[in-house]
């Protein structure tokens, strides 16, 4: 008898060997994978937190596949700036309270989001863990990737006449002068151009990593 409890201990330990952890919930149920970049891992609860906490990452997407898709993108992109520059930057309060602040003003209070914390079995220390990954990106966003894209007159011009006045007369608006909508319409082309550029350097820095997108919707 004491034969075959032994044996049945080390059959249970072999089984749990074989499903990958999560260090970051350790001491809880496995979760499930959502993403995995080198030896890192994104789950499916670091997915739901994000979309809980983020206030920028609006359901903007058709289906609910493109949504947490997404969402994925976004997460593997916050580790893959981390762990390119996380020797280069050390972070301060500063760099924390710039994403927390939107974070307390979408979930209301500072009460309502202990109370979010401990239903994830969560301390201020592992809430400040979870969103490092996001305030390194957006420091590194700040201070190495500012962009000064300057706008050619010609181009404000080209997007008035041929996107902004066939718009208003579809909807049957009286178009404002090239004068009034020339800050708008730099505003809106300077914004896309950054972020063009923002995902082709992206695309190329995660070249250099190990990446595989999990997530099954």
Known sequence: MRFKMIFLF????????LFPQDESHAGTLIDKVAAAVNDGIITYTDVEKAILFYPELLRLEKTDEDFYRHIVDELVNY???????????????????QVQTPILQKIGSMDQLRDILQGYQMTWSDFQAFIREKVLFEKVMRERFSMNIEIAFADIEAFYQTQYIPSQSELQIEPRSMVEMAPT?????????????????????????????KLKV
Do not use: C, H, M, P
Request: aromatic share 14%; hydrophobic share 45%; net charge negative.
């Open 10 to 17: 080390f059959l249970l330990t072999a089984a749990l060997a």
């Open 79 to 97: 580790r893959v700036v981390f762990l390119e520059y996380r020797d280069e930057f050390t972070l301060s309060e500063d760099d924390y309270e």
């Open 185 to 213: 319409i730099e505003k809106y082309l300077r914004q896309a151009r950054t972020a063009e550029r923002l995902s082709a350097w992206l695309n190329d820095l995660k070249r250099g990593y190990r990446i595989d997108i």
